[in-house]
């Protein structure tokens, strides 16, 4: 049936690979996602399931709109746009953490316990707004797209919130961590309606993915 075919946001990115993996392992391909072409959407000639690749950032969007009927999409974005869907499964890859971090210099003399009213420079401004209110601390959040690591070098603010895997790059730019908010790792997510239009297969793919992830979890 048509209306029971499924359309799936594959994120971007370092999350492609595993992503596709998991899918190809419960016998939905999409492997030629992986081919190097400027092709964004891909079906499966089988299942007839189609696969759009897109931002991790984005995927949530893409879900909550019903242009796809489920996704795989980073913790780190579900929690920061909060959008109107259902996050079915921890995939557990794509693992990372959201760390508060501060220039080297100035932790060596910092107390966080004494805070009452910081600057912090980040990409996720409901994630980092929460953590600080819910400390009774007053931030003043400076939103930015890329380059996070610099906003403390150049004095746009003391601080910033971001993700790390290794923490190489706030070693190599004088940061230091000094909490982690969150850890991430990328999760299935499906669309309000869909669930309800498209119980039988949606649940079909959670309940073998759930298997698989069990048995044979998937690597980065």
């Known amino acids: 049936m048509k209306n029971n075919r499924l359309t799936v946001a594959i994120p971007k990115g370092r999350n492609l690979r595993p992503t596709v993996e998991l899918f190809r392992r419960i016998g939905i391909d999409f492997s030629s996602a992986l081919?190097?072409?400027?092709k964004l959407i891909f079906k499966d000639e089988k299942t007839g399931a189609s696969g759009i690749i897109v931002r991790d950032t984005d995927?949530?969007?893409y879900v909550e709109g019903g242009a796809a009927d489920m996704g795989v999409s980073g913790k780190d974005q579900i929690e920061?746009?909060?959008k109107q869907?259902?996050?079915m499964l921890d995939l557990g890859f794509g693992y990372c953490r959201l760390v508060l971090a501060e220039p080297k210099a100035l932790k060596e003399n910092d107390d966080p316990s004494r805070w009452t009213h910081i600057r912090v420079a980040t990409k996720f401004t409901n994630l980092t707004a929460k953590y600080f209110l819910s400390r009774g601390i007053h931030a003043e959040v400076i939103k930015l797209y890329g380059s996070i690591e610099i906003a403390p070098i150049v004095g746009l603010s003391e601080r910033?919130?971001?993700l790390v895997s290794t923490g190489n790059t706030l070693k190599a730019n004088g940061l230091v961590e000094v909490e982690t908010i969150m850890e991430v790792t990328a999760r299935l997510v499906v669309n309000r309606a869909s669930l309800k239009t498209k119980r039988e297969r949606?649940?079909?793919?959670?309940?073998?993915m759930e298997e698989e992830i069990r048995k044979n979890p998937i690597k980065d």
């Open 35 to 38: 081919e190097e072409n400027r």
């Open 59 to 61: 995927i949530p969007a």
């Open 80 to 82: 920061e746009q909060e």
């Open 85 to 87: 869907l259902y996050e």
């Open 160 to 162: 910033i919130v971001d």
């Open 202 to 208: 949606i649940g079909g793919v959670v309940r073998r």
